[in-house]
């Protein structure tokens, strides 16, 4: 994944931001929405291009785009920052491979002390029956 490419294939949009503000919200459109249209994206290779849609699935509307907003901060540059920002990071979290778990066996430790608990809790159980008789 190319990062310079990829910039040049979003597209955004500055609507007023909702919330408290004052005057600034209801003039100023602070409000950034991005787009990012997957299917054609050049910067992704078509392995990335299947990962991204079934990870981030939720994300993608009808037409394949993952729509992202950012309306924190009274700056507009300030919220396309952060809203790029935020792709990358999502883009790089999916594409990561998570480690595969390798099987242990358990410690003679844990094996003992599970042991121990196994006998504690069958004595109570014990008392409990001669109590009841």
Same mark, same amino acid.
């Given at each position: 994944?190319?990062?310079?490419?990829?910039?040049?294939?979003?597209?955004?949009?500055?609507?007023?931001?909702?919330?408290?503000?004052?005057?600034?919200?209801?003039?100023?459109?602070?409000?950034?929405?991005?787009?990012?249209?997957?299917?054609?994206?050049?910067?992704?290779?078509?392995?990335?291009?299947?990962?991204?849609?079934? &990870?981030?699935?939720? $994300?993608?509307?009808?037409?394949? %785009?993952?729509? /992202? @907003? =950012?309306?924190?901060? !009274?700056?507009?540059? #300030?919220?396309?920052? &952060?809203?790029?920002? $935020?792709?990358?990071?999502?883009? %790089?979290?999916? /594409? @990561? =491979?998570?480690?595969? !778990?390798?099987?242990? #066996?358990?410690?003679?430790?844990?094996?003992?002390?599970?042991?121990?608990?196994?006998?504690?809790?069958?004595?109570?159980?014990?008392? !409990?029956?001669?109590?009841?008789?």
């Amino acid at each position: 994944m190319n990062k310079i490419e990829l910039l040049d294939e979003l597209f955004f949009q500055a609507v007023r931001s909702s919330g408290p503000g004052g005057q600034n919200v209801n003039k100023v459109n602070s409000k950034v929405e991005l787009r990012f249209d997957i299917n054609t994206s050049k910067a992704l290779n078509d392995i990335e291009k299947s990962i991204l849609n079934s &990870k981030l699935k939720n $994300k993608i509307n009808k037409m394949g %785009e993952l729509i /992202l @907003v =950012e309306q924190t901060n !009274r700056s507009q540059l #300030k919220n396309k920052q &952060k809203v790029i920002a $935020k792709l990358f990071l999502i883009i %790089e979290k999916a /594409l @990561v =491979e998570p480690q595969k !778990r390798l099987d242990t #066996k358990p410690t003679m430790a844990s094996v003992k002390r599970r042991l121990e608990a196994k006998k504690v809790q069958s004595n109570l159980k014990a008392l !409990r029956k001669d109590l009841g008789q």
